[in-house]
T-cell receptor
Framework: NAGVMQNPRHLVRRRGQEARLRCSPM?????VYWYRQLPEEGLKFMVY????????ESGMPKERFSAEFPKEGPSILRIQQVVRGDSAAYFC??????????????FGQGTRLTVV | DAKTTQPNSMESNEEEPVHLPCNHS???????IHWYRQLPSQGPEYVIH???SNVNNRMASLAIAEDRKSSTLILHRATLRDAAVYYC???????????????FGKGTLLTVNP
Protein backbone atom coordinates (compact mmCIF):
# COMPACT_ATOMS: atom_id res chain seq x y z
CA ASN A 1 0.00 0.00 0.00
CA ALA A 2 1.77 3.08 -1.23
CA GLY A 3 1.95 5.96 1.19
CA VAL A 4 1.18 9.60 0.50
CA MET A 5 3.03 10.58 -2.67
CA GLN A 6 4.18 14.11 -3.27
CA ASN A 7 5.91 15.45 -6.33
CA PRO A 8 8.17 16.96 -7.13
CA ARG A 9 10.43 16.45 -4.10
CA HIS A 10 12.37 19.58 -4.96
CA LEU A 11 11.19 22.56 -6.98
CA VAL A 12 13.11 25.66 -7.90
CA ARG A 13 11.24 28.67 -9.23
CA ARG A 14 12.25 32.21 -10.10
CA ARG A 15 10.41 35.08 -8.47
CA GLY A 16 7.15 35.71 -10.30
CA GLN A 17 6.73 32.18 -11.65
CA GLU A 18 4.05 29.71 -10.66
CA ALA A 19 4.61 26.65 -8.48
CA ARG A 20 2.35 23.59 -8.65
CA LEU A 21 2.73 20.97 -5.95
CA ARG A 22 1.01 17.60 -6.28
CA CYS A 23 -0.20 15.18 -3.63
CA SER A 24 -1.71 11.74 -4.10
CA PRO A 25 -3.26 10.51 -0.84
CA MET A 26 -3.03 7.00 0.45
CA UNK A 27 -5.37 4.53 -1.22
CA UNK A 28 -8.81 4.78 0.30
CA UNK A 29 -8.19 8.19 1.86
CA UNK A 30 -10.45 11.01 0.76
CA UNK A 31 -9.28 13.71 3.20
CA VAL A 32 -6.21 15.74 2.32
CA TYR A 33 -4.40 18.40 4.35
CA TRP A 34 -1.59 20.72 3.34
CA TYR A 35 0.99 22.08 5.78
CA ARG A 36 3.88 24.48 5.29
CA GLN A 37 7.16 24.39 7.19
CA LEU A 38 9.28 27.50 7.01
CA PRO A 39 13.00 27.12 7.79
CA GLU A 40 13.65 26.44 11.49
CA GLU A 41 9.92 26.39 12.28
CA GLY A 42 7.22 23.85 13.00
CA LEU A 43 4.60 22.84 10.47
CA LYS A 44 1.63 25.16 10.03
CA PHE A 45 -1.78 24.02 8.78
CA MET A 46 -2.83 25.57 5.49
CA VAL A 47 -5.90 23.85 4.08
CA TYR A 48 -8.14 20.80 4.39
CA UNK A 49 -9.85 19.35 1.34
CA UNK A 50 -12.17 16.52 0.48
CA UNK A 51 -12.88 15.44 -3.08
CA UNK A 52 -14.04 18.52 -5.01
CA UNK A 53 -14.51 20.53 -1.80
CA UNK A 54 -12.42 22.90 0.26
CA UNK A 55 -13.45 22.33 3.87
CA UNK A 56 -11.12 24.67 5.75
CA GLU A 57 -8.65 27.11 4.18
CA SER A 58 -8.11 29.19 7.30
CA GLY A 59 -4.33 28.74 7.12
CA MET A 60 -3.93 29.74 3.49
CA PRO A 61 -2.49 33.15 2.64
CA LYS A 62 -5.26 35.30 1.18
CA GLU A 63 -3.51 35.95 -2.11
CA ARG A 64 -1.59 33.88 -4.64
CA PHE A 65 -2.29 30.53 -2.96
CA SER A 66 -5.00 28.09 -4.02
CA ALA A 67 -5.69 24.40 -3.55
CA GLU A 68 -7.89 21.84 -5.20
CA PHE A 69 -8.68 18.15 -4.92
CA PRO A 70 -10.51 17.12 -8.07
CA LYS A 71 -12.71 14.09 -8.45
CA GLU A 72 -9.96 12.39 -10.42
CA GLY A 73 -6.26 12.91 -9.87
CA PRO A 74 -4.07 14.34 -7.16
CA SER A 75 -4.58 17.32 -4.94
CA ILE A 76 -2.78 20.41 -6.21
CA LEU A 77 -1.40 23.31 -4.19
CA ARG A 78 -0.79 26.22 -6.52
CA ILE A 79 1.29 29.29 -5.71
CA GLN A 80 1.16 32.10 -8.24
CA GLN A 81 3.84 34.77 -8.65
CA VAL A 82 6.13 33.18 -6.08
CA VAL A 83 8.27 35.35 -3.81
CA ARG A 84 11.37 34.43 -1.79
CA GLY A 85 9.26 34.16 1.37
CA ASP A 86 7.40 31.23 -0.18
CA SER A 87 10.56 29.13 0.06
CA ALA A 88 9.62 26.32 2.43
CA ALA A 89 8.82 22.64 2.69
CA TYR A 90 5.21 21.86 1.84
CA PHE A 91 3.77 18.69 3.27
CA CYS A 92 0.60 16.89 2.36
CA UNK A 93 -1.18 14.51 4.72
CA UNK A 94 -4.17 12.25 4.24
CA UNK A 95 -6.54 10.36 6.47
CA UNK A 96 -9.41 7.97 6.08
CA UNK A 97 -11.76 10.07 8.19
CA UNK A 98 -11.38 13.63 9.47
CA UNK A 99 -11.83 12.81 13.12
CA UNK A 100 -8.41 13.38 14.58
CA UNK A 101 -8.83 11.48 17.80
CA UNK A 102 -8.07 7.92 16.94
CA UNK A 103 -7.02 8.50 13.37
CA UNK A 104 -3.45 9.16 12.53
CA UNK A 105 -2.58 11.43 9.66
CA UNK A 106 -0.13 10.02 7.14
CA PHE A 107 2.30 12.53 5.71
CA GLY A 108 4.15 12.59 2.43
CA GLN A 109 7.86 13.34 2.16
CA GLY A 110 7.17 16.91 1.19
CA THR A 111 8.07 19.26 -1.64
CA ARG A 112 10.91 21.64 -0.94
CA LEU A 113 10.28 24.85 -2.82
CA THR A 114 13.15 27.23 -3.38
CA VAL A 115 12.45 30.62 -4.91
CA VAL A 116 15.47 32.29 -6.46
CA ASP B 1 -5.88 25.73 22.09
CA ALA B 2 -3.99 24.25 25.02
CA LYS B 3 -0.27 24.65 24.62
CA THR B 4 2.59 22.19 25.07
CA THR B 5 6.14 22.86 26.24
CA GLN B 6 9.05 20.66 25.28
CA PRO B 7 12.82 20.97 25.69
CA ASN B 8 14.51 22.26 22.55
CA SER B 9 16.94 19.37 22.38
CA MET B 10 18.02 16.17 24.09
CA GLU B 11 20.85 13.73 23.62
CA SER B 12 20.96 10.02 24.08
CA ASN B 13 23.31 7.11 23.51
CA GLU B 14 22.46 4.25 21.23
CA GLU B 15 20.80 1.25 22.90
CA GLU B 16 19.81 3.33 25.94
CA PRO B 17 16.27 4.38 26.91
CA VAL B 18 15.15 7.93 26.16
CA HIS B 19 12.50 9.85 28.06
CA LEU B 20 11.12 12.84 26.16
CA PRO B 21 9.04 15.13 28.39
CA CYS B 22 6.10 17.33 27.48
CA ASN B 23 4.30 19.79 29.74
CA HIS B 24 0.69 20.69 29.04
CA SER B 25 -0.52 22.35 32.22
CA UNK B 26 -3.62 23.87 30.56
CA UNK B 27 -4.82 20.60 29.05
CA UNK B 28 -8.58 20.17 29.01
CA UNK B 29 -10.36 17.04 30.14
CA UNK B 30 -11.10 16.02 26.58
CA UNK B 31 -7.69 16.70 24.97
CA UNK B 32 -5.89 13.68 23.57
CA ILE B 33 -2.08 13.69 23.71
CA HIS B 34 -0.48 12.80 20.38
CA TRP B 35 3.18 12.38 19.50
CA TYR B 36 4.62 12.69 16.02
CA ARG B 37 8.23 12.68 14.93
CA GLN B 38 9.98 14.11 11.91
CA LEU B 39 13.14 12.48 10.65
CA PRO B 40 15.58 14.65 8.68
CA SER B 41 14.17 15.63 5.27
CA GLN B 42 11.00 13.60 5.88
CA GLY B 43 7.38 14.34 6.65
CA PRO B 44 6.06 13.86 10.19
CA GLU B 45 5.28 10.34 11.29
CA TYR B 46 2.70 9.31 13.89
CA VAL B 47 4.24 7.71 16.97
CA ILE B 48 1.58 7.21 19.64
CA HIS B 49 -1.37 8.85 21.37
CA UNK B 50 -3.34 8.53 24.60
CA UNK B 51 -5.96 10.15 26.81
CA UNK B 52 -5.46 9.09 30.43
CA SER B 53 -3.89 5.66 30.65
CA ASN B 54 -0.34 4.78 29.70
CA VAL B 55 -0.05 3.38 26.18
CA ASN B 56 2.38 1.05 24.47
CA ASN B 57 2.94 0.24 20.83
CA ARG B 58 5.74 -1.18 18.74
CA MET B 59 7.46 2.20 18.45
CA ALA B 60 7.26 3.65 21.94
CA SER B 61 5.44 4.00 25.24
CA LEU B 62 3.50 7.02 26.46
CA ALA B 63 3.39 7.70 30.18
CA ILE B 64 0.71 10.22 31.22
CA ALA B 65 0.82 11.88 34.62
CA GLU B 66 -2.15 11.30 36.88
CA ASP B 67 -3.17 14.98 36.69
CA ARG B 68 -2.53 14.91 32.90
CA LYS B 69 -0.49 18.10 33.10
CA SER B 70 2.54 16.33 31.67
CA SER B 71 3.46 13.25 29.68
CA THR B 72 6.61 11.41 28.66
CA LEU B 73 7.38 9.62 25.44
CA ILE B 74 9.64 6.65 26.13
CA LEU B 75 11.86 5.05 23.52
CA HIS B 76 13.03 1.88 25.18
CA ARG B 77 16.24 1.42 23.21
CA ALA B 78 17.28 4.34 21.08
CA THR B 79 18.78 3.64 17.69
CA LEU B 80 20.46 6.01 15.27
CA ARG B 81 17.26 5.92 13.20
CA ASP B 82 15.38 7.49 16.11
CA ALA B 83 17.24 10.77 15.65
CA ALA B 84 14.45 13.20 14.81
CA VAL B 85 12.36 16.11 16.03
CA TYR B 86 9.63 14.85 18.35
CA TYR B 87 6.39 16.81 18.60
CA CYS B 88 3.88 16.59 21.45
CA UNK B 89 0.44 17.74 20.23
CA UNK B 90 -2.94 18.07 21.94
CA UNK B 91 -6.09 17.24 19.99
CA UNK B 92 -9.54 18.10 21.25
CA UNK B 93 -12.66 16.35 19.96
CA UNK B 94 -14.70 19.35 21.05
CA UNK B 95 -12.74 21.91 19.06
CA UNK B 96 -15.68 22.99 16.94
CA UNK B 97 -15.15 20.41 14.25
CA UNK B 98 -11.55 21.35 13.52
CA UNK B 99 -9.85 18.53 15.39
CA UNK B 100 -8.27 17.39 12.14
CA UNK B 101 -5.73 20.19 12.51
CA UNK B 102 -2.37 19.31 13.97
CA UNK B 103 -0.70 22.24 15.74
CA PHE B 104 3.04 21.67 15.68
CA GLY B 105 5.33 23.55 18.04
CA LYS B 106 9.11 23.46 17.67
CA GLY B 107 9.40 20.02 19.26
CA THR B 108 12.45 18.36 20.77
CA LEU B 109 15.44 17.59 18.58
CA LEU B 110 16.73 14.19 19.69
CA THR B 111 20.34 13.39 18.91
CA VAL B 112 21.43 9.76 19.28
CA ASN B 113 25.12 9.14 19.77
CA PRO B 114 26.67 5.88 18.54
Amino acid sequence: NAGVMQNPRHLVRRRGQEARLRCSPMKGHSHVYWYRQLPEEGLKFMVYLQKENIIDESGMPKERFSAEFPKEGPSILRIQQVVRGDSAAYFCASSAIPDGLNTEAFFGQGTRLTVV
Amino acid sequence: DAKTTQPNSMESNEEEPVHLPCNHSTISGTDYIHWYRQLPSQGPEYVIHGLTSNVNNRMASLAIAEDRKSSTLILHRATLRDAAVYYCILRDPNSGGSNYKLTFGKGTLLTVNP
